[in-house]
């Protein structure tokens, strides 16, 4: 109960940030007992290198792709094998936020060539049931050698001893709490 009153608190704060910044991506952790869960939030733009719709085969390919890469979380977020954790659920898509140009530079838009007024990102969500959640206070985050157009990664990690908020990034990609 305490994870997913926090994980809700959390989502609506991500909600209030606006529109979302290409580079960095949001990553929940809440710990309760032993399950875990997860949500993690990152723009089209670092997933697979553009936020329209995909047009080509190799667009729609990288993003059949990368839903596949987002369901396996423990191939991206490594928790310590101590934890003993478990997948029990994975899920991820691929969601439009409509035309929107607010919170983007004129000149940013002129520049990429793939902007065409709105924004993609990409969501999951995860369970995991450990032998010893306990254990699990620290993420190798593997992410970065997957998704490759992803720089940063603010992590939220709520727990019976509170929230912290972290950020990881491509040069530093592991976290401890």
Do not use: W
């Not at 929107?100 to 969501?123: I, K, L, M, P, W």
């Not at 206070?137 to 940063?152: E, P, T, V």
Request: proline content about 3%; aromatic content about 8%; glycine content about 6%.
């Amino acid at each position: 109960m305490l994870a997913s009153t926090a994980l809700a608190q959390t989502e609506d704060e991500l909600r209030e940030l606006g529109p979302h910044v290409h580079g960095i991506g949001n990553l929940i952790v809440a710990i309760e007992g032993n399950e875990i869960q997860m949500e993690f939030v990152a723009p089209g733009m670092d997933i697979v290198g553009f936020e329209h719709e995909a047009d080509t085969t190799r667009q729609k390919r990288a993003v059949e792709a990368a839903l596949a890469d987002l369901k396996e979380p423990l191939t991206l977020f490594e928790l310590p094998p101590s934890a003993g954790c478990t997948v029990t659920s994975a899920e991820a898509e691929l969601v439009a936020e409509g035309n929107e140009t607010e919170g983007h530079e004129e000149a940013e838009a002129e520049a990429d060539e793939d902007y065409e007024n709105h924004h993609s990102e990409f969501r999951a969500n995860y369970a995991f049931t450990c032998v010893d959640a306990a254990q699990a206070q620290s993420i190798n985050f593997r992410y970065f050698d997957r998704f490759r157009d992803a720089h940063d990664l603010n992590v939220t990690f709520i727990d019976e001893n509170g929230e912290v908020a972290l950020a990881v990034s491509r040069n530093f990609r592991y976290m401890e709490r």
